[in-house]
């Protein structure tokens, strides 16, 4: 056994692991002390990242929740350490909305985790990794999260990733919440403009009653950056008023499932084993939509197993951190979805070569392009 | 007959009448001098208007191409006046693009004519109303544009208008030159994403060829502050797909003019004559959308002639100068979708006592909010 090897075995009983997840409603940290049968568990809230024209402040709120989580830690009497600090992080991993076109420098955060939780081994991954992981519990299939955006992501279990969709409201995100609340105000204006197809009343109402009158849309929706955020602002009163038997919010919404059995589909394409999951708000409840995609996806694709989400975005988050302790060299498949530091008490290349993974822990591992839910 | 009536009469011989199309795609201008059998005219081109944050640049292209006509006027020796200046213009009108949601204000407009022209009965029009004159020529019923957004209007031949879609590429547009653009990028993506369902290799490769790899096309768009006309730049390829045998491009030209034809079936609501004109380069060549558009208007509203365009709506934007210039009450059914101003040898309340309409003729009509192509 190497030393570092030794050094972290050491750590494994008195150290930290932490996850977040940043995400665009909120975010959130949860950190783990102990062995991993019986440990100690906390968790914390932050604000969501607010996006502008220079992108993301994820790293912001990267730093608050871990300051938030140092002075829980110090009030609590985890300052075992002789320096009358707490006690140390064995490991980070932070899972970002719209990572990486949104945050500009994924570097920005490994150098808040590592400043503020003094760990030395660090992950930065896009949320749909951490979904991934998270839904899935580490196995390989696709997971498919849906929030304002829609993405997929297929993953064989050893480094074949398949993604599908993604591409942002203008280009895609087809069955999202922005695509559902775009047609639920389109059937809106059609309504207000006395068409007799594709109109709604009752969206029309729903829509008066959140926005205020018609005529003052144009300005508030061309004239906010958030407007993909804004137009999925709508999706729940779309299944509000399908649940009250409205024809066009139920043709929106099975439509909507169409679509987002075509992206899970598309991510279960060749290598990836027929195992799914969704995650993500709209797909939780049992509405129109739930039904449509379940019933289209075994229509399409009968081989395929849909099972329960196993966990949320944070929880794979924590998977990932765990995984970045234990054995960070099995972190190397997700590198298309990861950035990843490890340098602790030896230089970065020989810390990877002493563990037999020095082609994949590079310092900085580029990450693929991956739009998001938060791209305007 | 008053002063001021008399004034105008004498000056119908020697006199400019002048026109202005302000557009996303380029501005023109068109003034015709002399008595309406025989009239001298003159047409120049102008630079499109650019839309930021802070609204349309439309003003500075007014008084660009004004200051080019008067160029022109100078060179060719129409300076008949006493004093060495060019000859008067009797009338001005403009249709601009957005007006009036872009277009901070159309005081500002009237100013730079004014100014330019030195002339004392100005018009700054909505483009869909310019569009409405030069389509219809001045008749009732109703016109539908077709550019990068869509909209249609209805006018009784009196005072009542009815509107239908003109809400941006967000909240309508259906149909028009973004929506086409987006289906067919959106196509595009499910290719890339090797989804079964409306997927299309011919417009993936089209929009490769146009926009380069598909991984860009985020970060181009949704950086983009004109992102609508970004994607409407992409339905002539559909037209071109879609006449090489596309089933993609044909299905979705086809849902285009279903969508169009419900547009302009709500603008021909209770008071408008059942008369139709089109308007806009995409409705302009024979082709699947043309077809479908044609079809299901006869289906749904059996009793309403489609009538081809009389005129441009810089044609139209003539015309209103020229109403302005020898009936200004008559433009006082246009009231929602422009501002008029007259205000000569009388103060203005006075001129318009008048003329007969003093209610009408106000300084500065207030303009309806008119969502137009450019809203991002």
Chains 1, 2 share one sequence.
């Not at 993604?163 to 775009?182: E, K, P, Q």
Request: charged share 20%; aromatic share 4%; hydrophobic share 40%.
């Amino acid at each position: 056994m190497s030393e570092l090897a030794q050094g972290i075995d050491e750590m494994a009983v008195d150290a930290w692991v932490v996850a977040l997840d940043v995400g665009g409603s909120g975010s959130r940290l949860v950190a783990e002390f102990g062995n991993s049968t019986h440990p100690e568990r906390i968790s914390l809230s932050g604000r969501a990242v607010k996006v502008s024209h220079h992108g993301s402040d994820a790293p912001a709120v990267v730093a608050s929740l871990c300051q938030s989580f140092n002075a829980w830690a110090a009030r609590m009497g985890h300052d075992g350490m002789s320096d009358g600090s707490t006690a140390p992080v064995a490991s980070a991993a932070v899972g970002i909305t719209g990572l990486t076109s949104l945050v500009e420098k994924p570097t920005d955060v490994h150098d808040i985790l590592a400043r503020e939780l003094r760990t030395n081994r660090t992950a930065v991954a896009g949320d749909a990794l951490t979904a991934h992981l998270g839904a899935l519990a580490g196995r390989a299939g696709a997971v498919l999260s849906v929030g304002t955006g829609a993405v997929a992501f297929g993953f064989d279990g050893v480094s074949r990733w398949r993604r599908a969709d993604g591409w942002g409201h203008l280009l895609g995100d087809l069955g999202a919440g922005v695509w559902v609340g775009g047609e639920a105000l389109r059937a809106a204006g059609r309504y207000h403009d006395g068409a007799s197809r594709g109109a709604s009343k009752r969206l029309l109402e729903a829509a008066v009653a959140k926005f205020g009158l018609i005529e003052s849309w144009p300005n508030q929706f061309y004239k906010n950056a958030e407007r993909a955020r804004q137009l999925a602002s709508m999706a729940p009163e779309v299944m509000i008023a399908a649940a009250e038997g409205d024809p066009t919010s139920i043709r929106i919404l099975e439509e909507a499932g169409r679509h987002l059995a075509d992206t899970l589909s598309s991510a279960l394409g060749r290598g990836i084993p027929p195992l799914a999951s969704t995650t993500g708000r709209l797909v939780q409840e049992e509405s129109p939509l739930t039904v449509s995609l379940t019933k289209h996806l075994s229509e399409d694709r009968p081989d395929v197993s849909l099972v329960p989400s196993a966990g949320s975005p944070l929880d794979g988050a924590l998977k990932l951190a765990q995984r970045l302790r234990e054995t960070p060299q099995s972190v190397a498949g997700f590198r298309p979805w990861l950035t990843v530091r490890v340098d602790g008490h030896h230089t970065l290349h020989e810390a990877a070569e002493d563990m037999g993974a020095a082609e994949t822990l590079t310092a900085e591992l580029s990450a693929t392009e991956l739009p998001g839910d938060e791209l305007q």
